[in-house]
C-alpha cells in the first residue's frame, strides 16, 4: 500500500499558508515524488483563520479528500491556537510545528498538545528580518525540512532559488533564501 | 514530454493554449474559472493567435462560440456551475448545427442554496443535450481529454459538440503533477481544422437554423444526431488509442481496477475514483473481493461494454456525484442499471450519492458503501436501493 506524507497548514489569510502548500509541492516535484497542495477551499478573508493540505508520496496519489489525519501540523499563527483545534485528527507519531518565540508560552494550558512532538520555530521575527515582511511562510518550510526527512534543505534552496529566481530580484531570492535557511536552523523542540 | 506542478485550471487551459483554436469566446466573471482568465492572458501576452471574445453571460458565451463555429472557425469556451445553467438553451443548438465546439466543464453545485463547490450537478443536468461528454479523475485526464476533445467533435463521423470535466476546486483548485506534450505534438495531434459548409464560404452560400417545422425534417435531424453519437463511440476509443501512442497514456470509455475476480464492483465518475480506487486496494488487502469501474465516457454512454465488463459482478454500488429528483437514482445509477437489465446474470445495484455541494468523501464513507454490498453479495434481502454518503441531519435509513 502506498505511503503518503500528508500535511496541514494553519494560518490566517495573507499569511501565505496556501503559498507554502503550492511551493512544498513545488520542491516534491523537483525531487520526483509526486505531490497534491489544495486549500480548503472558502471565502478567502484576510485575517481569517484558513487551512491548506499538502501530500507527497513516492508514488502517484489517487486520494483526493481532505487530509483527516496528517503526519505534520504547520502552524502559521499562534493566536490560532485559541481558537482552532491545530491537532484535530491527529495520531500520536503527528508532528507539530508552530511559529512562536517561546514554546513554553504557546502550550501553556493546551492539553491537546500533551504527547505531541511540538516544534516552535520564531517564523516571523525571521521573516521580518530577512523579507522584512510578517510572511513567516518560507521559515516553516525550513524547519519543515530540518524536522522531517521529506526532503533535503538543499531541494528547498534549489527550489526557491529556481522559482523565485525567474521574477525577482537576486536581493529577494537571498532573502527568501536566508529565511528558509535560519527556519532551518532556529527550529526548536525544546 | 515535461513534468509539472499545475492546478488543473492551469493544466487545460495549457492544453487549449497548445491546440491554439481559431476563437474562444468567454464570460469572464464569476462564475468562470481560471481557465478563461488564463486563456485570456495567453491572447493578451501575444502567445496565441486566437481570437477572444469576451461576452456579456454564458448564453452570449456560447451564441458567440455557435456563430464562430458556423462561420467556419475552430471555437472553444468554457464554463461551471451556474454558467453552464445560462448556457442551456444553445447547448442544444450547438448539438443539432453539428458544430464541433469543444468545451471545459469545471463541475460544480448549482443554486440553491448558493454554493460553489464541487458536484455534478451541472454537467449531469446537460447530459441530453446533444454533447460528447469525456469526465477525467484528475488535472492530466483534463489535459488529455481537452486535447482528444477537438480531434473526437471534429471527426466526420461525429461533428458534435464535446465536453470534458474536471472536478471543480477539488482538482480544478489543486496542485498536482502533469505530463506535459510539447506544443508542436499536440498541434500536430489535433491537425489542421477542416470546417463544413461555412457561413463565411460566400461562394457557397448556406443557410444555418433555418426552421424546420411540421412537414420538414426536424425528426431526421433529431435521428442523425443520435446516429452521430453511436459513432463517436468508436471515435472516442481510436482517437484514445492513437493518444496513447503519443503519451503511453490510453484512453477508452471506462477503466476497470480488480475487476476480473469481483463480487462487488463499485462505479464511479471524477475525482471520486481515485479515493475508490485507493479503498479498494486497502479492502483488497484484507480480502474482500472488490473492484472498481471509473466512467470516462458518459454521452455516448458505453452500455454494451459496460454491461460486458461488469458480467461478473453479483452486486454494483453505483457513485453519483449529483441527485436526479423523483428518478430511482443518479444520473450514473440510472445508465448502470439500465445497462444491466439484460445481462445473462442481473446483479444487484445500489446508488450511493456523496458529494453534493462539495462535501468531502472519505475512505470511510466509501467503505461503509462497500459492507453494506457485502452483506448483499452474501444474499441478505436489502430493499433499500439508494443511500446518501457522509450526510447529516436526514435520516440515512430514509429511503425516497
Same mark, same amino acid.
Given at each position: 500500500?502506498?505511503?503518503?506524507?500528508?500535511?496541514?497548514?494553519?494560518?490566517?489569510?495573507?499569511?501565505?499558508?496556501?503559498?507554502?502548500?503550492?511551493?512544498?509541492?513545488?520542491?516534491?516535484?523537483?525531487?520526483?515524488?509526486?505531490?497534491?497542495?489544495?486549500?480548503?477551499?472558502?471565502?478567502?478573508?484576510?485575517?481569517?483563520?484558513?487551512?491548506?493540505?499538502?501530500?507527497?508520496?513516492?508514488?502517484?496519489?489517487?486520494?483526493?479528500?481532505?487530509?483527516?489525519?496528517?503526519?505534520?501540523?504547520?502552524?502559521?499563527?499562534?493566536?490560532?491556537?485559541?481558537?482552532?483545534?491545530?491537532?484535530?485528527?491527529?495520531?500520536?507519531?503527528?508532528?507539530?510545528?508552530?511559529?512562536?518565540?517561546?514554546?513554553?508560552?504557546?502550550?501553556?494550558?493546551?492539553?491537546?498538545?500533551?504527547?505531541?512532538?511540538?516544534?516552535?520555530?520564531?517564523?516571523?521575527?525571521?521573516?521580518?528580518?530577512?523579507?522584512?515582511?510578517?510572511?513567516?511562510?518560507?521559515?516553516?518550510?525550513?524547519?519543515?525540512?530540518?524536522?522531517?526527512?521529506?526532503?533535503?534543505?538543499?531541494?528547498?534552496?534549489?527550489?526557491?532559488?529556481?522559482?523565485?529566481?525567474?521574477?525577482?530580484?537576486?536581493?529577494?531570492?537571498?532573502?527568501?533564501?536566508?529565511?528558509?535557511?535560519?527556519?532551518?536552523?532556529?527550529?526548536?523542540?525544546? | 514530454?515535461?513534468?509539472?506542478?499545475?492546478?488543473?485550471?492551469? #493544466?487545460?487551459?495549457? #492544453?487549449?493554449?497548445?491546440?491554439?483554436?481559431?476563437?474562444?469566446?468567454?464570460?469572464?466573471?464569476?462564475?468562470?474559472?481560471?481557465?478563461?482568465?488564463?486563456?485570456?492572458?495567453?491572447?493578451?501576452?501575444?502567445?496565441?493567435?486566437?481570437?477572444?471574445?469576451?461576452?456579456?453571460?454564458?448564453?452570449?458565451?456560447?451564441?458567440?462560440?455557435?456563430?464562430?463555429?458556423?462561420?467556419?472557425?475552430?471555437?472553444?469556451?468554457?464554463?461551471?456551475?451556474?454558467?453552464?445553467?445560462?448556457?442551456?438553451?444553445?447547448?442544444?443548438?450547438?448539438?443539432?448545427?453539428?458544430?464541433?465546439?469543444?468545451?471545459?466543464?469545471?463541475?460544480?453545485?448549482?443554486?440553491?442554496?448558493?454554493?460553489?463547490?464541487?458536484?455534478?450537478?451541472?454537467?449531469?443536468?446537460?447530459?441530453?443535450?446533444?454533447?460528447?461528454?469525456?469526465?477525467?479523475?484528475?488535472?492530466?485526464?483534463?489535459?488529455?481529454?481537452?486535447?482528444?476533445?477537438?480531434?473526437?467533435?471534429?471527426?466526420?463521423?461525429?461533428?458534435?459538440?464535446?465536453?470534458?470535466?474536471?472536478?471543480?476546486?477539488?482538482?480544478?483548485?489543486?496542485?498536482?503533477?502533469?505530463?506535459?506534450?510539447?506544443?508542436?505534438?499536440?498541434?500536430?495531434?489535433?491537425?489542421?481544422?477542416?470546417?463544413?459548409?461555412?457561413?463565411?464560404?460566400?461562394?457557397?452560400?448556406?443557410?444555418?437554423?433555418?426552421?424546420?417545422?411540421?412537414?420538414?425534417?426536424?425528426?431526421?435531424?433529431?435521428?442523425?444526431?443520435?446516429? #452521430?453519437?453511436?459513432?463517436?463511440?468508436?471515435?472516442?476509443?481510436?482517437?484514445?488509442?492513437?493518444?496513447?501512442?503519443?503519451?503511453?497514456?490510453?484512453?477508452?470509455?471506462?477503466?476497470?481496477?480488480?475487476?476480473?475476480?469481483?463480487?462487488?464492483?463499485?462505479?464511479?465518475?471524477?475525482? #471520486?475514483?481515485?479515493?475508490?480506487?485507493?479503498?479498494?486496494?486497502?479492502?483488497?488487502?484484507?480480502?474482500?473481493?472488490?473492484?472498481?469501474?471509473?466512467?470516462?465516457?458518459?454521452?455516448?454512454?458505453?452500455?454494451?461494454?459496460?454491461?460486458?465488463?461488469?458480467?461478473?459482478?453479483?452486486?454494483?454500488?453505483?457513485?453519483?456525484?449529483?441527485?436526479?429528483?423523483?428518478?430511482?437514482?443518479?444520473?450514473?445509477?440510472?445508465?448502470?442499471?439500465?445497462?444491466?437489465?439484460?445481462?445473462?446474470?442481473?446483479?444487484?445495484?445500489?446508488?450511493?450519492?456523496?458529494?453534493?455541494?462539495?462535501?468531502?468523501?472519505?475512505?470511510?464513507?466509501?467503505?461503509?458503501?462497500?459492507?453494506?454490498?457485502?452483506?448483499?453479495?452474501?444474499?441478505?434481502?436489502?430493499?433499500?436501493?439508494?443511500?446518501?454518503?457522509?450526510?447529516?441531519?436526514?435520516?440515512?435509513?430514509?429511503?425516497?
Amino acid at each position: 500500500m502506498q505511503q503518503v506524507t500528508e500535511i496541514r497548514w494553519h494560518a490566517r489569510g495573507g499569511q501565505g499558508a496556501v503559498t507554502a502548500a503550492k511551493m512544498t509541492a513545488e520542491v516534491a516535484l523537483s525531487q520526483d515524488k509526486y505531490f497534491q497542495a489544495f486549500p480548503e477551499y472558502g471565502p478567502e478573508r484576510s485575517g481569517a483563520p484558513i487551512v491548506a493540505f499538502t501530500r507527497i508520496s513516492n508514488e502517484p496519489i489517487q486520494i483526493y479528500s481532505a487530509v483527516e489525519h496528517p503526519d505534520y501540523v504547520l502552524v502559521l499563527d499562534p493566536t490560532l491556537l485559541d481558537s482552532v483545534d491545530v491537532t484535530a485528527g491527529t495520531g500520536e507519531c503527528a508532528v507539530v510545528i508552530i511559529n512562536s518565540e517561546d514554546k513554553a508560552a504557546a502550550l501553556e494550558a493546551r492539553p491537546e498538545m500533551a504527547g505531541k512532538s511540538v516544534y516552535t520555530v520564531p517564523a516571523t521575527r525571521i521573516a521580518l528580518e530577512t523579507i522584512k515582511r510578517a510572511i513567516p511562510n518560507t521559515p516553516l518550510i525550513g524547519a519543515l525540512a530540518k524536522v522531517s526527512s521529506i526532503f533535503p534543505l538543499e531541494g528547498v534552496l534549489d527550489e526557491v532559488k529556481t522559482s523565485l529566481g525567474k521574477k525577482f530580484s537576486d536581493e529577494v531570492v537571498n532573502a527568501n533564501l536566508d529565511a528558509v535557511r535560519r527556519g532551518f536552523e532556529e527550529v526548536s523542540g525544546q | 514530454m515535461s513534468r509539472k506542478a499545475m492546478t488543473g485550471n492551469g #493544466a487545460i487551459a495549457l #492544453a487549449l493554449k497548445q491546440a491554439e483554436p481559431d476563437v474562444m469566446s468567454a464570460y469572464p466573471i464569476t462564475p468562470q474559472t481560471e481557465i478563461a482568465q488564463n486563456y485570456a492572458q495567453f491572447v493578451a501576452d501575444g502567445a496565441v493567435k486566437t481570437e477572444y471574445i469576451a461576452v456579456e453571460s454564458e448564453h452570449s458565451a456560447m451564441s458567440a462560440a455557435i456563430g464562430s463555429a458556423a462561420a467556419g472557425a475552430r471555437t472553444i469556451t468554457a464554463t461551471s456551475s451556474q454558467g453552464f445553467a445560462l448556457m442551456w438553451e444553445m447547448l442544444f443548438i450547438a448539438a443539432s448545427l453539428r458544430l464541433p465546439i469543444t468545451m471545459p466543464v469545471i463541475t460544480r453545485a448549482l443554486s440553491g442554496p448558493i454554493n460553489i463547490h464541487c458536484d455534478h450537478s451541472d454537467s449531469m443536468g446537460g447530459r441530453d443535450c446533444g454533447w460528447v461528454q469525456l469526465y477525467g479523475e484528475d488535472a492530466q485526464e483534463g489535459y488529455d481529454n481537452a486535447i482528444q476533445a477537438f480531434r473526437i467533435a471534429e471527426h466526420m463521423d461525429v461533428r458534435l459538440p464535446v465536453m470534458t470535466m474536471i472536478d471543480g476546486f477539488i482538482i480544478s483548485g489543486a496542485i498536482g503533477p502533469l505530463e506535459v506534450l510539447q506544443d508542436d505534438q499536440v498541434k500536430q495531434f489535433v491537425g489542421p481544422y477542416e470546417p463544413i459548409h461555412p457561413l463565411l464560404d460566400i461562394d457557397n452560400p448556406v443557410t444555418v437554423g433555418a426552421f424546420d417545422s411540421l412537414g420538414g425534417w426536424y425528426f431526421e435531424h433529431k435521428v442523425t444526431q443520435n446516429m #452521430a453519437m453511436d459513432k463517436a463511440m468508436s471515435v472516442i476509443e481510436s482517437v484514445g488509442r492513437e493518444y496513447g501512442q503519443l503519451t503511453g497514456r490510453e484512453y477508452s470509455h471506462f477503466k476497470t481496477h480488480m475487476i476480473e475476480d469481483a463480487d462487488i464492483v463499485l462505479v464511479a465518475i471524477g475525482s #471520486a475514483a481515485g479515493n475508490v480506487k485507493t479503498m479498494v486496494d486497502r479492502l483488497r488487502a484484507g480480502g474482500v473481493k472488490v473492484g472498481m469501474m471509473k466512467v470516462r465516457t458518459f454521452r455516448p454512454f458505453p452500455h454494451l461494454q459496460v454491461a460486458g465488463a461488469l458480467a461478473g459482478a453479483r452486486v454494483i454500488g453505483v457513485m453519483d456525484r449529483s441527485d436526479s429528483f423523483g428518478a430511482q437514482g443518479g444520473p450514473l445509477f440510472t445508465e448502470i442499471r439500465s445497462a444491466m437489465f439484460e445481462a445473462p446474470r442481473r446483479p444487484q445495484t445500489f446508488n450511493f450519492i456523496y458529494g453534493l455541494g462539495g462535501r468531502d468523501i472519505f475512505p470511510d464513507d466509501i467503505e461503509g458503501a462497500v459492507r453494506l454490498l457485502e452483506k448483499a453479495a452474501a444474499g441478505e434481502e436489502i430493499s433499500q436501493k439508494r443511500y446518501y454518503l457522509n450526510v447529516r441531519e436526514v435520516s440515512l435509513d430514509g429511503q425516497a
